[in-house]
């Protein structure tokens, strides 16, 4: 009762606003929600970055580039329309307030070739890392929220502190393809007490190359985790290369 009226002056007095169209009413609109492109069918290897063929289950896995078979990445949507500036929001203006619209779309997923297959073997949900410098910054992980409203969905438990950032990495925006990946080479750790032995789901806001989530899968494999997929909500337009 107290929070309903709680939440009801804090409406009034800050009526939710879309974070896609910024008109009042929400805080991301039915018409923004239907402007968002999904994008679940593209995946990589987590291995080698090779892209498999998609919808090819058979064919496309084991990876035909490295031939490991223990995990892939890919995305929920395209980071265009109004979900980039419902991401940035919800990433740098602190719109905590958002994560369970943006994480339908993760959940979206679990109806899609290829995830469908996979959320049944998923032990746990982990959320790639902020270094806890920029954690204490922002005040949130905004993949941690995202993780906590997905798993919340898929009734999947959350691994928080499974893997660590070693060191801090300066940000990737404005980083080249190789700049990226020599950015976050060796710099997170995985707890093999917590992760060896399970199935695992590594969840993120935005996927460019994939560096990030290559290195973060790397470590849980080399702690002992059986296999390791990585989703992103969204990922850019074209082709792999940074998002300008
Ligand atoms: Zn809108
Ligand atoms: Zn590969």
């Known amino acids: 009762m107290l929070r309903s009226l709680g939440s009801y ?3 009034l007095v800050f009526p939710p606003r879309c ?7 929400h805080w991301f609109c039915d018409a923004c929600a239907q402007d968002v492109i999904p994008a679940p069918g593209r995946r990589e290897c987590l291995h080698c970055g ?18 490991e078979s223990w995990g892939w990445m890919g995305a929920a949507a395209l980071h265009e329309g109004p979900l980039r500036p419902a991401i940035h ?7 905590v307030e958002l994560a369970p619209n943006l994480a339908r779309y993760l959940y979206a997923v679990t109806a899609e070739t290829p995830w469908t297959a996979i959320f049944p073997q998923l032990d ?21 929220l995202l993780t906590r409203s997905l798993a919340s969905s898929a ?15 300066r940000s990737q925006v404005g980083l080249s393809r190789a700049e990226r990946a020599d950015n976050v080479s060796g710099k997170f750790w995985a707890d093999s007490q917590t992760v060896a032995g399970l199935t695992l789901l590594l969840v993120d806001d935005v996927l460019t190359t994939g ?8 470590a849980l494999r080399s702690n002992g985790a059986t296999a390791v997929y990585g989703l992103a909500l969204a990922r850019p337009t074209m082709g792999r290369d940074p998002a300008p």
Request: proline share 8%; net charge negative.
């Open 89 to 95: 929001a919800f990433k740098y203006e602190g719109r």
């Open 155 to 169: 009734d999947k438990p959350v691994l928080k502190e499974a893997i660590l950032r070693t060191e801090a990495t």
């Open 124 to 144: 746990a949900m982990t959320p790639v890392p902020l270094h806890s410098d920029r954690s204490r910054e922002r005040g949130y992980n905004q993949a941690e």
């Open 9 to 11: 002056l804090l409406d």
């Open 50 to 67: 090779n892209e498999l063929p998609e919808n090819a289950e058979a064919s496309g896995f084991p990876c035909p580039a490295c031939g």
């Open 211 to 218: 560096a990030t989530m290559r290195e973060c899968a790397a």
């Open 19 to 25: 974070a896609g169209c910024l008109r009042f009413g």
